[in-house]
């Protein structure tokens, strides 16, 4: 089974602080993602990225930045936490070109930025 | 621009009788779809998909219907249970190797005893 976690369930920060979400998948997938995920919105792509030290922009990357040194970790850097990036965070991975480009999920950090 | 669109934020149902949840699409270079399927404070699990060359898809409980010419999908579960009550997410891709998907606002479905 594909396994997919993430380094915390719930976290809370203060504004202004650097936040780092660690996200490790035990597959050998190429493809990894990160989501944010509000009520009304559903999932936005954040960044994701197809090869170590590959990244891409996703919908809404302002604020967030990624780090991608190892195939089996994708983290996601809040460089300055704001109060509208409280959010529940999905990370994902995938094998590259593989129908039906399932992706598979961690179980999502809700982070809460006061 | 929403290329993937659920309209029906939510949607409750009665135990034993069929769940019809919908999408729609806009972007003709769509050529594989997805469903998943959220429970709270969990992360999103994969349901169902259908390729564009084919207008149907059954597992067990669950079938999609695509129709390409009205660029809508559906998701059927048939007979709907309590464990069913998730919010449903569609979600679209392009047959290019990396590609991420394109998900939907999602529906939540409740299904009554």
């Known amino acids: 089974d594909v396994k997919v976690t993430q380094s915390s369930r719930y976290l809370v920060k203060r504004t202004g602080e650097k936040v780092f979400l660690e996200c490790v998948q035990d597959?050998?997938?190429?493809?990894m993602f990160w989501y944010r995920q509000d009520p009304g919105l559903g999932l936005r792509l954040i960044y994701f990225s197809y090869d170590v030290k590959m990244k891409e922009k996703g919908d809404i990357p302002e604020g967030y930045s990624v780090s991608r040194e190892k195939k089996e970790r994708f983290s996601l850097i809040l460089e300055s936490a704001s109060t509208n990036q409280t959010s529940m965070y999905l990370c994902?991975?995938?094998?590259?070109?593989?129908?039906?480009?399932?992706?598979?999920f961690g179980p999502g950090t809700r982070l809460t930025v006061t | 621009d929403q290329q993937v669109k659920q309209n029906s934020p939510s949607l409750s149902v009665q135990e034993g009788r069929i769940s019809i949840l919908n999408c729609d699409y806009t972007n003709s270079m769509f050529d594989y779809f997805l469903w998943y399927k959220k429970y709270p404070a969990e992360g999103p699990t994969f349901l169902i998909s259908?390729?564009?060359?084919?207008d149907k898809n059954e597992d067990g409980r669950f079938t999609v219907f695509l129709n390409k010419s009205a660029k809508h999908l559906s998701l059927h579960i048939v007979p709907s249970q309590p464990g069913d009550s998730a919010v449903y997410f569609c979600?679209?891709?392009?047959?290019?190797?990396?590609?991420?998907?394109?998900f939907g606002k999602g529906t939540t479905l409740s299904v009554s005893s």
């Open positions: 994902a991975s995938s094998l590259f070109g593989a129908y039906p480009y399932e992706q598979y």
């Open positions: 597959m050998d997938h190429e493809n």
């Open positions: 259908i390729s564009s060359i084919k």
């Open positions: 979600a679209a891709s392009k047959s290019q190797a990396g590609t991420a998907l394109i």
